[in-house]
Nanobody
Framework: EVQLVESGGGLVQAGGSLRLSCAASGFTFADYAMAWFRQAPGKEREGVSA????????YYADSVKGRFTIASDNGKTTVYLQMNSLKPEDTAVYYC?????????????????WGQGTQVTVSS
């Protein structure tokens, strides 16, 4: 059974930091690209960051470049998202996802497995 379990969300003041974790099981983690998406109320799900399993390249949405960092630990089958200098507009439910071809795109439809999401709320 495939599982992606996110943790680390919460309430933080603007300017603060959070680290999200996504523990994966049930598939060959090292073969899959991993990504973080987010969805705010009334908005479409958007790609925040991704990491390719083919060459390790990373993707960041323009809105988070320089503030967020994605990292993947094959030994722990866990992907992380370090979020610094958080802003109120970062408030959303954050989802972890896995993509079998390892490319690491920002398109939700290209991902095969999803976690249940973790809420991040940034107060002003």
């Amino acid at each position: 059974e495939v599982q992606l379990v996110e943790s680390g969300g919460g309430l933080v003041q603007a300017g603060g930091s959070l680290r999200l974790s996504c523990a994966a099981s049930g598939f060959t983690f090292a073969d899959y690209a991993m990504a973080w998406f987010r969805q705010a109320p009334g908005k479409e799900r958007e790609g925040v960051s991704a990491i390719s399993s083919v060459d390790g390249r990373t993707y960041y949405a323009d809105s988070v470049k320089g503030r967020f960092t994605i990292a993947s630990d094959n030994g722990k089958t866990t992907v992380y998202l370090q979020m610094n200098s958080l802003k109120p507009e970062d408030t959303a439910v954050y989802y972890c996802a896995a993509e079998r071809y390892g490319l690491g795109s920002s398109v939700p439809a290209e991902y095969d497995y999803w976690g249940q999401g973790t809420q991040v709320t940034v107060s002003s």
